[in-house]
């Protein structure tokens, strides 16, 4: 009787405490989700601060997302606008043109004539009749080079505008990339500053919902000193807590997921308008489906170290008393 | 089943709780522990339920010798003993059945094997009628056969009480001993702490006596 009661006490058989491991799992997590639903007010403020934390980053880094979209578009879009002297011959220019059509880099040459130019200009700049008082036409005659795929790097594109540059009959070659680069380099600084603020509200996620944990730890002290007075394991007392941090989590990328959802729908009709206007068939990205996915398991990890990190702590102090 | 070998316990606050004390209980006896509130007695409970540590001396339960278990191994060891408090500690959310099937539940049992120990004990103490309902809608009589319950559904083979009955009236407080006699007669070792000299007299069991940490009498 001693040693089989003491074999019993100091090691229980393993199986069984495994099966009653997972049996417990799907419960605890219904239980957990359940007490999170019975304080409706609590649970919805709470989730609405951290998915407003979660969807900040999540935003900004889509519309990161959309302007390096953008500038890709217009990168495609680069080109070289050679302007002629005003005392080149019509020859000359000519001359120049099959030039250019000649070598490899360029994809297509067009030639403007100055009417041709002048033309464009009265119909996009609405300046149309102010332009007819003019007696003598201001514009040159241009060439547009685009370059082909293989020339397009920033300074491949760079040194083809300086050779042009440099030729006699040449006024101007300008590239029409600065302002891309310059796009470019502040998109690099963008998502920096978009990865700093990430790290700090996911810190701020995790206190949140280590706060969070720790206040409904509390309220259940009493409820912890019991079931440990019965012979509850750490890990027992832990498995709630850590399943509401989890919930809050998952619900919060939701939440989230929601926010960043509407906020796109509500900026897509000025977006297009936008767009229109430029004369661009450019549409808002919004979330695809594995990014949808990523948001929540975000959530879902957040919550999760948020919770681990309270329960560590707070359920180890509390000891039953009699 | 218990045995102290010059245990002392000395609280951080300085206060010096047990001295030297020395005792044994075998397996299916059943004692009582005396003394002013302060003479020990919720320390020495506190000692054998694993809440507390002895800072001097040897414990042992079951012949192992638990002194220095791990805090892992604790709860283990507590699956085996069934604690009364004096103030019941039931779960005021839960239905009187839940709060009998906690242990069972932590230990994992199957919820029909669970169901059915839970019957039985609640059977035991007398209220298998009420298990439906929440502790707050019981007399105080009534909750502490509840504790009692949970105490016992796992058919642990020690029991301990810490004064059961000290906000019970006479009678009821002479049903819940009665009950422990039960308990006693059929194998578990039993421990009471208790300071009501009158009714434990009536009862012939084996009496420790703790005054300033010291055992002063035992039969």
């Known amino acids: ?322 | 089943m218990i045995q102290f070998s010059n245990v002392s316990k000395r609280y951080a606050s300085g206060q010096e709780a047990l001295k030297n004390l020395s005792f044994s209980l075998e397996r299916g006896e059943m004692a009582f522990l005396t003394g002013h509130s302060g003479a020990g007695k919720s320390t020495v409970l506190k000692l054998i339920s694993l809440i507390e540590r002895p800072t001097a001396g040897q414990f042992l339960l079951s012949d192992k010798d638990v002194t220095r278990l791990s805090s892992r191994q604790v709860p283990y060891v507590r699956r085996q003993m069934g604690v009364v408090f004096q103030n019941h500690r039931l779960l005021s959310d839960r239905t009187v059945f839940d709060n009998v099937a906690l242990p069972l539940s932590i230990a994992g049992y199957p919820p029909k094997e669970a169901a059915k120990k839970v019957r039985a004990a609640l059977d035991k103490v007398g209220l298998l009628s009420k298990e439906k309902m929440r502790p707050i809608m019981l007399s105080g009589g009534e909750q502490q056969r509840v504790g009692i319950a949970r105490a016992m559904v796992n058919k642990p083979s020690l029991l301990l009480a810490d004064e059961p009955t000290g906000n019970l009236d006479p009678d009821l407080s002479a049903d819940i001993m009665n009950l422990f006699a039960e308990f006693n007669r059929v194998g578990v070792t039993v421990l009471v702490a208790s300071h009501d000299l009158a009714l434990i007299a009536k009862l012939r069991y084996r009496m420790l006596t703790l005054r300033d940490g010291q055992l002063v009498g035992g039969r």
């Open chain 1, 1 to 322: 009787m001693a040693k089989r009661s003491s074999a019993k006490t100091f090691k229980s058989n393993w199986r069984s405490r495994f099966r009653s491991y997972l049996r417990s799992h799907p419960e605890v997590a219904r239980d957990s989700l359940k007490e999170l639903i019975g304080t409706p007010f609590a649970t919805f403020m709470t989730l609405v601060v951290l998915g407003i934390a979660i969807s900040l980053p999540a935003g900004l880094q889509i519309f990161l997302k959309n302007i390096e979209h953008i500038s890709q578009q217009w990168q495609g879009n680069a080109q070289i606008s050679v302007f002629f002297k005003g005392d080149v011959s019509e020859q000359q220019q000519l001359s120049l043109l099959h030039d250019f059509q000649a070598r490899v880099e360029f994809d297509d040459v067009a030639f403007i004539t100055a009417e041709q130019a002048l033309e464009e200009f009265k119909e996009l700049s609405g300046f149309g009749e102010a332009l007819d008082y003019l007696d003598q036409n201001p514009l040159p005659a241009a060439v547009i080079l685009k370059p082909g795929q293989a020339y397009r790097s920033p300074e491949k594109l760079e040194a083809l505008a300086q050779e042009i540059n440099a030729m006699n009959a040449v006024d101007l070659a300008q590239l029409d990339m600065q302002w891309v680069r310059r796009l470019q380099s502040m998109m690099i600084l963008g998502g920096r500053a978009v990865t700093a603020l990430s790290l700090f509200l996911s810190l701020a996620v995790l206190m949140i919902v280590g706060n969070t944990i720790r206040l409904t730890i509390e309220n259940h002290r009493e409820e912890i000193e019991i079931i440990k007075l019965v012979g509850a394991t750490d890990g027992f007392v832990r498995r709630p807590f850590i399943y509401s941090g989890v919930w809050l989590g998952l619900l919060s990328g939701g939440v989230a997921w929601v926010l960043i959802r509407f906020t796109l729908g509500w900026l897509d009709g000025p977006v297009r308008q936008l767009a229109g206007l430029y004369g661009s068939q450019f549409e808002l990205i919004g979330l695809s489906f594995s990014e949808s996915m990523q948001l929540l398991l975000l959530g879902l990890l957040l919550g999760l170290a948020g919770s681990w990190l309270a329960v560590g702590r707070h359920i180890r102090d509390i000891e039953p008393q009699i």
